[in-house]
Structure formats: C-alpha cells, structure tokens
C-alpha cells in the first residue's frame, strides 16, 4: 500500500520535532495503561510499538516487563529514541508495510499510530499488522471524532494532517478481528484535556 501524500508530510513534521515531541508528552504518559497492557502479555514477550515516535512509550513497556520492539517512518523520532534506548531494536518502516514475520509478536501498542493515516487506511493496517501478532493485548488510541486528514497546526510539530474515530467505529475495529475482553473509554487530552478527547481501547487477540 502507497504512503499517502499527507502522510509523508505529517511525518516530516515529526522527524523535525522529535525533541519537541518527545519534551512535551514525556511526563504525560498512559502509564496505567501500559500496566494494563503488560499485564496481558506473557512476561519478555516481543510487542510491537507502532508509530513509537520518539520513544514516548517504549522505556515504559520495556519497564513493566515485556520487549517492545519500536517502528516509526520519523527517522528523527527513531534517532532521539536511540539516544534514550542505545541498544534497543528500532525500525524505520512504514506501518502499513513491515519487514517482520507473521505472528512474530505477543501484543500490539498503537498509540496515536493511525493519526496520520487516511481513515480509510485504518482498517487494513489494523489488519495487516494483526498479523503480525500471534497472541496477546492489542492498545490501540486515537483522537475522538469524524475528521479524515484534516489539516491542523500542532502546537508542537506544526502543520500536520490527522484523522480521528468514534467509540463505535474503534470497538467495530476491534470486533472484526475477534478481540476479546475489549475495553473502550474516552479520556481528556494529556495536553489539551477536554478540549481534545481520546478514544482508547484495550482488547485481546487470539489464543
Ligand atoms: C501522533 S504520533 C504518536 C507517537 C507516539 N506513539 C505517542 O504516543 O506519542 C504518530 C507517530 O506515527 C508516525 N507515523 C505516522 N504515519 C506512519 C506510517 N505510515 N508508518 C510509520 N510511522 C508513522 C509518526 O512519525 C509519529 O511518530
């Protein structure tokens, strides 16, 4: 599947203002969810971080136990979290296309990864990289709403596109994979707080 366009450019935005980015969430993590999320995982088990950014993630799920493996097409984002992670497995790639075997990982963390992606997009990189996973927790959060690649001047990055889901469509994501014990919640904005909710959700896939 091509990258689109819009794509690209967002991530742009993301390579240069790596350091910015990762300044500006680094304190305003989902911890309990990575707990969560861990939780569900078989301990040491491989999980996939996708659209990791510049680490925002990856330190926390490594500290509650399980091996995440970090993807990201920024490669700025990827260099400020070599600086953070100096051994740890980093790869450049778009999510919509990655160079790993099938059911290879135990879960799947996606953090804001879709962001940037057509909403049409979503559900075949959802499914693509499902298959990734043989068994294990999926995260998956997103901004809450109907927008498809606005474009927006972030605060941080600047002028990106991005796109958001409702509650229903994230739970219809989830349940047309056959994830189980799905949980689906709507959250303030760890910056923006009720000015910019978040849906995010929880579920279990296969085993
Ligand atoms: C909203 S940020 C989220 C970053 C991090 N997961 C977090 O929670 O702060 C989206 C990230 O996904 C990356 N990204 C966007 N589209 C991508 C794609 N098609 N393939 C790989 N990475 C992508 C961007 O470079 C950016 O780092």
Redesign the pocket.
């Known amino acids: 599947m091509a ?1 689109d366009d819009r ?1 690209l450019a ?2 742009a935005a ?1 390579d240069e203002h790596a350091v910015a980015y990762h300044a500006s ?1 680094r304190l305003r993590r989902p911890v309990a969810d990575v707990r969560r999320f861990a939780d569900m995982a078989k301990r040491h088990d491989l999980v996939l971080d996708g ?3 510049p680490a ?2 990856l330190r926390l799920l490594r500290d509650a136990g399980v091996h995440p493996v970090g ?4 490669l700025g ?1 990827l260099q400020q979290a070599r600086m953070l992670l100096p051994r740890h497995p980093l790869v450049q790639a ?3 296309d990655l160079p790993f075997r099938e059911r290879s990982f135990g879960g799947l963390w996606l ?3 879709f ?3 057509p909403r049409a997009d979503w559900q075949s990189t959802f499914a693509s990289l499902l298959r990734l996973v043989a068994t294990g927790p999926v995260y998956l959060s997103c901004y809450r709403g109907n927008r498809d690649m606005a474009a927006v001047n972030d605060d941080v990055v600047g002028p990106i596109h991005i796109s958001e889901a409702v509650e229903t469509e994230v739970e219809a994501l989830f349940a047309s994979h056959g994830l189980t014990d799905v949980s689906v919640e709507v959250r303030p904005d760890p910056i923006l707080d009720r000015r910019r909710p978040w849906v995010v959700a929880l579920g279990r896939y296969g085993g």
């Open positions: 990258v794509t967002s991530v993301y969430l659209g990791c950014g925002t993630d993807v990201d097409l920024a984002a778009p999510l919509q953090s804001g990864a962001t940037n992606l």
